[in-house]
């Protein structure tokens, strides 16, 4: 998605409960209907003109960006300060140039894990209580959560922005997907497990 200079760009910052990453919130859209996890600068070269801005800014360990925000993770020890202040024109610079946010094609997905038996139905219904439920609130804390298989009761998921690396990740995993999961799908789930 380009921008044109007629638009006007206000980025609010915001929180998360990863205490290195924050979320730069938008308020357009950046990448409608998806996300995009830049783990490394290596990883936004060929497919993000936006990430590999941010990238340039020292101190940045990761970026995400979400369909109106980006997350960015700082390395441990530096400081939100130092980044903010390269980040700003970084950002001026990237949407007065009218690139798009994403270019090319999107990677191919990891594959899946689990039993290639397992019922359609059932992995339908764990992807709908993900994107119903689960991954409004993740994307509320800077990050994405996918569904990545299903094998004997376990569910396989991949956290992504503020979530891959935050403290209270196990905790949320353990505490609200996993419980919100086996709570309506009490016959199928036991546990969910990151990737």
């Not at 024109?89 to 007065?96: D, K």
């Not at 119903?132 to 094998?151: H, L, Q, S």
């Amino acid at each position: 998605m380009a921008f044109t200079e007629d638009d006007v760009l206000t980025i609010r910052t915001e929180k998360t409960p990863n205490p290195n990453s924050l979320k730069y919130v938008v308020g357009r859209l950046l990448i409608p209907g998806g996300s995009a996890n830049f783990p490394t600068p290596e990883s936004a070269q060929t497919r993000s003109p936006l990430a590999r801005r941010i990238f340039a800014v020292p101190g940045v360990a990761g970026v995400f960006i979400g369909a109106d925000f980006f997350t960015v993770t700082r390395v441990e020890g530096v400081m939100w300060g130092a980044i903010n202040e390269h980040l700003a024109p970084a950002l001026e610079a990237f949407f007065e140039s009218g690139e798009s946010v994403l270019q090319g094609k999107a990677p191919a997905d990891a594959p899946m894990l689990g039993d290639t038996a397992t019922s359609p139905e059932l992995v339908a219904k764990i992807q709908s209580l993900l994107d119903e439920k689960i991954r409004p609130a993740v994307a509320n804390d800077g990050g994405d959560i996918t569904y990545r298989g299903y094998e004997n009761g376990v569910v396989f998921l991949e956290l992504h922005g503020a979530c891959s690396s935050c403290p209270s990740s196990t905790a949320t995993l353990k505490m609200g997907v996993e419980t919100m999961l086996r709570q309506h799908l009490p016959d199928h789930i036991r546990e969910v497990q990151a990737i």
